[in-house]
């Protein structure tokens, strides 16, 4: 999803490292990537981040995405 919807060109998802940094240094996404994901959440899996304080952990790499879904989730069933 990252890689289709920021149009994001010269990577494939297998070359993400899942721990390495979204914005900055690792993937180089940037503040605009960050409002596209969090309307791409809300769009794939009705997910929303309704802050920066709920976002900003969330939004550090893969794997601290995919776990932010799946609590998040989690609690929708619950």
Known sequence: M???????EDI???EIDDDAPLF??????DSLDAVELVVQLQV????????I????P?????NTLA??????QNEAIS
């Open 2 to 8: 990252i890689i289709e919807e920021l149009q994001i």
């Open 12 to 14: 494939t998802p297998d």
């Open 24 to 29: 900055g240094d690792g993937l180089g996404l």
């Open 44 to 51: 794939y899996f009705g997910i929303e981040i309704k802050n």
């Open 53 to 56: 304080e709920e976002g900003r």
């Open 58 to 62: 969330a939004l550090q790499s893969v």
């Open 67 to 72: 776990q932010f879904i799946k609590t998040k």
